[in-house]
Nanobody
Framework: QLQLVQSGGGLVQPGGSLRLSCTHSGLTLDYYAIGWFRQAPGKEREGVSCISISDGRTHYADSAKGRFTASRDNAKNTVYLQMNSLKPEDTAEYYC??????????????????????WGHGTQVTVSS
């Protein structure tokens, strides 16, 4: 059974940086992708970024382009989301999920988590002065 364990997050001032981690176990994800999502209070969950485990290709929501960077360390079964130049509107609960079946140029308009997939427990990111 796939397990995703998240770490990182916290409180940061506008313009600051944070790095989120998502460590996966229990299922080989070599042929899949892992996605990062966020949900702010009163808003729908939205896709932020996805990264292919095999080749590291990434896709981003427009809101994340140029500021967020997804990466992976396959030796540690961990993916990261480096978030720079954070804005108050980035405040949300952030989740990783896998396996993502649709990490391509349609991200985040189209995304799908496999039926046998899992979600991380979420981590709060608060951007405030």
């Amino acid at each position: 059974q796939l397990q995703l364990v998240q770490s990182g997050g916290g409180l940061v001032q506008p313009g600051g940086s944070l790095r989120l981690s998502c460590t996966h176990s229990g299922l080989t994800l070599d042929y899949y992708a892992i996605g990062w999502f966020r949900q702010a209070p009163g808003k729908e969950r939205e896709g932020v970024s996805c990264i292919s485990i095999s080749d590291g290709r990434t896709h981003y929501a427009d809101s994340a382009k140029g500021r967020f960077t997804a990466s992976r360390d396959n030796a540690k079964n961990t993916v990261y989301l480096q978030m720079n130049s954070l804005k108050p509107e980035d405040t949300a609960e952030y989740y990783c999920a896998a396996p993502i079946l649709t990490c391509d140029s349609n991200w985040p308009k189209i995304w799908e988590v496999a039926d046998f997939g899992s979600w991380g427990h979420g981590t709060q990111v608060t951007v405030s002065s």
